[in-house]
């Protein structure tokens, strides 16, 4: 596996499906890699489930401090990156949490037995 590290992507060939750099070395398992982008609702959400399962992770503001101040957080996303070691586990809890769009989400109903 490579890795570009302008945009922390781990990529099985070159160039960067993300970036289109073309300089990519050999990734390392302690390497952070991009992992996804999420507002602040959902990034507090993905937070505690990387706590929870003891993945450390990274998440970085995109607008940046002083654009939060003056907008407000509801306006912010967030970056998220785990290191590679974690990133195929850090992948399945994201889509258990956020299913890929077109796909049903099924809900178990309780019934109510007498």
Known sequence: MLYCKDC?????????????NSKLRAIEE???VFL????????????????????????KGMLGAGLSVELGTVLERYVFYVPYSAHEKAEALLEELFPPEGEEVIIAEETDEE
Do not use: H, Q
């Open 36 to 59: 996804t982008v999420k507002d602040v609702v959902f990034a507090g959400m993905l937070e505690d489930v990387l706590a929870d399962n003891g993945i450390p992770y990274k998440a």
């Open 30 to 32: 302690t390497d952070l």
């Open 8 to 20: 922390k992507t781990a990529a099985s060939e070159s160039p960067c499906p993300r970036c289109g």
